[in-house]
């Protein structure tokens, strides 16, 4: 059993950073990946950035060159360090993790096995 908490969203004017974190609790946190998923208003939930066990990291396209997803195997944390923002970013983010990742893409949420309970990032213009 794995219990994520994400924290670090808030408010910020477009162009702007955050930087969200997510602490699990829970063994063997390096076995997991560990992905990150938003829930603009309105809409389905979606893929943002992944960092798998082996460490290799993969990016939606939305996103690519001004988020960074990291992680402290020691610390069980995973961080989505947010960049350039734009309103359209706005959404509920959550944390998640993926015990089996073996030949999944991990971009769809039911591939992943927990769930954080989200925070929230908002982008003024």
């Known amino acids: 059993q794995v219990q994520l908490v994400e924290s670090g969203g808030g408010l910020v004017q477009a162009g702007g950073s955050l930087r969200l974190s997510c602490a699990a609790s829970?063994?063997?946190?390096?076995?997991?990946?560990m992905g990150w998923f938003r829930q603009p208003p309105g809409k389905e939930r979606e893929f943002v950035a992944v960092?798998?066990?082996?460490?290799?990291?993969y990016y939606a396209d939305s996103v690519k060159g001004r988020f960074t997803i990291s992680r402290d195997n020691a610390k069980n944390m995973v961080a989505l360090q947010m960049n350039s923002l734009k309103p359209e970013d706005t959404a509920v983010y959550y944390c998640a993790a993926a015990g089996s990742a073996a030949g999944s893409k991990l971009v769809m949420p039911q591939e992943y096995d927990y769930w954080g309970q989200g925070t929230q990032v908002t982008v003024s213009s």
């Open positions: 960092s798998r066990s082996g460490g290799s990291l």
């Open positions: 829970g063994r063997s946190f390096s076995r997991y990946a």
